[in-house]
């Protein structure tokens, strides 16, 4: 069976017919050319799309900075799991439609020539869902940033673990912490940045850690599910449960971030979450 | 890795004692598991105090994580266990309603997490051992856990244990639900009890949302492979203790001194380790729990020049011919794509 390589082209131009999108908050109409100028942020009720993991680097990385790593890792079928699919035919099937090879990219770039390592997840990819594969990427992004020296940052756009590989994608938020946990005793910086949404085994390992933690307006942020939670427990949920206001309200988020803003507050918080070259570059 | 994951999955249905020798149906291999997971379930089962009360000689309780209050789901103590003086987390249900609703149903709010990480990290400290029994459904999904960061917490509980220096045996006595379970049962060495299991989610939670209905529990829990033995065979389990027959709710005695001699048998074994090997040993143990595959990346060579049709090179040489002089030049022109494709 052919290889296949995940690529960066957008999505879109496979299918170039589709000309407008219409905003899921506001009804309003909107023409995708000028979705793409602003970012896919809605311009007149300010909703965030989500974005590919490909966008999303390119709106975060100075222009042509990014070297993937690891980009052969491709997800095996542990449990032999069948649904009402295989799980080899559902990975199949996200490969084709997103090019990608499973839900997460990594490698190392520059944000206004500060070097990162970078991770940034694709929900268009079975829901971000973290498996072995998504796992050991940022297992080697933190130790890649490690050996490095330069600061991490994650984007996490995920619905937790990858129930297809059962304990095995569980098994994957210790070995994501593990890595984190060296990252940060090395006393190398970590920026978590969470988008819509960072729900489940993803939120409750690197996501929730950052040493400072962003999050897109208006993003599901959230341990169990939203229904999960009500039909458990059977309790009326707060507005704005589990979204990014919610959690800033709490405590667990810095500073909740407009995507417009999200490069800038990046590259201005690097300045100060790697003294040690801020003072090389400034003497 | 891969290979050793695949290679042993089959044999962990021949080595489950439930699954009879020859070629058992698909149903009769569902009731097999959900028997399992009822028997986890058992209202009866012994949890944290019942082994502690076979297994300990001396117990000391701990209480609150100075942050926010104290988690009846969450049992913390100093406690000796045969010649060692270890740390204990874990989990405990109630035994009639007023406990159950004391102790929430065993399902940990953040604060029983941060008790837990209070106490491994003094026991850290003063270079006690620590033991962790685990039985719980999940963590608490109500808004209060929410408000109070329950991820944040088993993030961070999760991220202790896989630095501590200091042994941790773990063992999953009932049912492993998910993060809630998994943020106290990272180990140098996971044990398992007979009928334990082990899941990323609920078998009721899968089902409904991969087949849509939590009909098909059982389903889920065959699909998921979330046996003691099976988790044994995927290399999460490292060992698994047999329960008294019938199950271990039926002998707490029973299955307290057969687990007694599990722990203290690795006890004896982790203490000998120097602590800077167990730690890079702990390390690589959840570094490398997962299957993939890993393709060399090569740097993708510059795609190669249309290979020019047969058709083409017929037309080229019919052409060159009717010149008499041959034209290279139009069939150079072969490295720009043809506009169509004109077979």
Redesign the interface.
Known sequence: MPVKFPSFRSRRDAFPEKLWTRCPSCSEQLFNKALEKSLHVCPSCGHHFRLTSSDRLEQLLDPGTFEERDAGLLSQDPLGFIDQKPYPDRLAAAKLTTGLADAAVWGFGEIEDQPVAILVMDFGFMGGSMGAVVGEKVARAAEGALAARVPLIIVSASGGARMQEGTMALMQLAKTMAAIERLRAARVPFISVMSDPTTGGVFASYAATGDVNLAEPNALIGFAGARVGAGTIGQELPPGFQRSEFLFSHGFVDRVVARADLRRELAGLLRYLHPSRTEAASG | M?DR??GR?PRSIAEAPVEPASEPSAEDRKAAVWARVQLARNLRRPRTNELLAVMADEVIELHGDRLFGDDGAIVACFARIGRHRVAVVGQQKGTDTEENIRRNFGMPHPEGYRKAMRVMALAERCGLPIVTLVDVP??H???E????????A???S??????LRTPIVAVITGE?G??GA?AIA?GDVVLALENAV????TPE??AS???RTSDEAAT?AL????TAAE?RA?G?VDQVIPEPEGGAHTDHEETGRRLKAAIIGELDRLVAIPVDQLVEQ??RR??S?????????EV?APPAPPRSGLADRLRGLLEAGSRAIPAPLQVGRRDEPPAREDV
Do not use: F
């Not at chain 2, 999760?158 to 630095?163: A, I």
């Not at chain 2, 082990?198 to 989610?201: A, N």
């Not at chain 2, 699909?223 to 979330?226: I, R």
């Not at chain 2, 729990?289 to 990346?297: K, M, Q």
């Open positions: 891969v994951i695949l999955a999940g963590a999904p109500g808004p856990s929410e408000e109070r960061g329950i991820a944040e088993i993030a961070r999760v991220g202790l244990m896989t630095q492993g998910s993060g998994l990272v082990y899941s990323v989610i939670g899968c949302i991969l087949w889920a699909a998921m492979k979330m988790q995927l999460v702990r390390y959840y570094r729990l997962g299957a993939y595959t890993e393709v060399v990346t993708p």
